[in-house]
């Protein structure tokens, strides 16, 4: 069983459209987060909720809502898509006090 | 605030020899200190944490780190490096549940 899975592992998209990415995790972790990682491999924050609320919005544009239906779902949902949007976005989860995530095997947005 | 520097961007390193990623972390409150690998096209794979107890902290596939407070670094070993390891590795600190800051990662290429 895939403890952190991400649907779709690829998504091509043409500017201006809204796509969604879902993650689900089947750990029992109570907090879960959207990273995204650049060309450049590098890995930034974008949101973290605990017990479906949200904590952490890392000045994230408003195009990005995530929503959280609950403790085990997390999606991303992306509107009027730009070319900058292009990248590997990563769900995690972790359990409060355990400090460590584990990762979804990702999903690589293509704008075009 | 924190932040984490990984020192080297692309370490090359022959099959079967050693090898060092090293990492430098600032941070005005203790944290804990996280390695991560991400094989070509894949997630995010814990190596191995620090929280606390002995500065020597061993990881999967014969990966170790050592803690050092007063240079407030957290460098990466392995002493016998294999093909598989070609890999991106990335640094990362967390000083709270919410938040997992990583460095900007070491491409690492291991040649026969």
């Known amino acids: 069983d895939t403890a952190v899975s991400q649907t779709p592992k690829y998504l091509v998209t043409q500017m201006g459209n809204d796509k969604s990415i879902k993650c689900e995790q089947n750990?029992?972790?109570?907090?879960m987060y959207w990273y995204k990682q650049d060309s450049k491999k590098f890995l930034k924050i974008m949101f973290s909720?605990?017990?479906?609320?949200?904590?952490i919005n890392e000045t994230v544009p408003n195009r990005f809502s995530p929503k959280s239906p609950d403790k085990a779902h997390l999606n991303l949902h992306i509107n009027s898509l730009e070319l900058g949007d292009s990248a590997v976005y990563f769900c995690a989860s972790s359990q409060e006090g355990s400090y460590g995530y584990t990762f979804g095997s990702g999903t690589r947005l293509t704008v075009v | 605030a924190q932040s984490v520097t990984q020192l080297d961007s692309q370490v090359p390193v022959f099959e079967e020899a050693p090898v060092e990623l090293r990492c430098n972390y600032s941070?005005?409150?203790?944290?804990?200190l996280f390695w991560y690998v991400q094989y070509p096209n894949q997630g995010l794979q814990l190596l191995l944490k620090?929280?606390?107890?002995?500065?020597l902290v061993k990881g999967i596939n014969g990966f170790e780190a050592e803690f050092n407070k007063s240079q407030t670094s957290f460098h990466l070993r392995k002493p016998s490096v294999h093909i598989s390891d070609t890999a991106e590795y990335f640094c990362a600190v967390n000083p709270n549940d919410y938040k997992l800051s990583f460095g900007a990662g070491t491409t690492v290429t291991v040649r026969a």
């Open positions: 909720y605990n017990n479906k609320e949200l904590i």
């Open positions: 941070s005005s409150v203790s944290v804990y």
């Open positions: 620090y929280l606390s107890g002995s500065t």
């Open positions: 750990l029992g972790h109570d907090t």
